[in-house]
């Protein structure tokens, strides 16, 4: 994904939770195990067409991803929700495939960091 910082903000996040260790261990950890509901859901809703739902999971999914800063899939999940408001499925297929890579990308950053600041 290029530079980290094109990835995640390592100095905003930390500086966010104030130096809590402990907090950036759950808060990593949940993301983990919210993400992938969420990227189903995402999946799912544009296999229906349905763009309510899409709007729905996909603004969650960049809600949680924001908290951690993680930019690239930041803005790619807001691209995809600004496309499912305007009614524009194709145009939201069209962001889809680039979900996994970026949140892959984002996890391995963010586990770096864990190991990086909790040992």
């Not at 930390?14 to 950036?24: A, E, T």
């Not at 195990?33 to 995402?42: C, D, E, L, N, V």
């Not at 949680?64 to 499925?89: H, K, T």
């Amino acid at each position: 994904m290029g530079r980290k910082d094109d990835v995640l903000d390592t100095a905003r996040l930390l500086s966010n939770l104030g130096g809590n260790k402990q907090l950036l261990g759950d808060l990593i950890e949940l993301f983990r195990r919210t993400s992938g509901k969420y990227q189903t859901a995402i999946q799912d809703a544009l296999d229906k067409g349905d763009l309510v739902e899409l709007r729905s999971a996909t603004h969650a999914l960049k809600s949680a991803v924001g908290g951690l800063w993680g930019n690239a899939s930041y803005d790619l999940l807001a691209c995809l929700e600004q496309a499912a408001r305007r009614g524009d499925l194709a145009g939201a297929q069209a962001f889809a495939p680039g979900i996994g890579p970026t949140l892959e990308a984002l996890i391995a950053r963010l586990d770096e960091l864990r190991r990086d600041q909790l040992g």
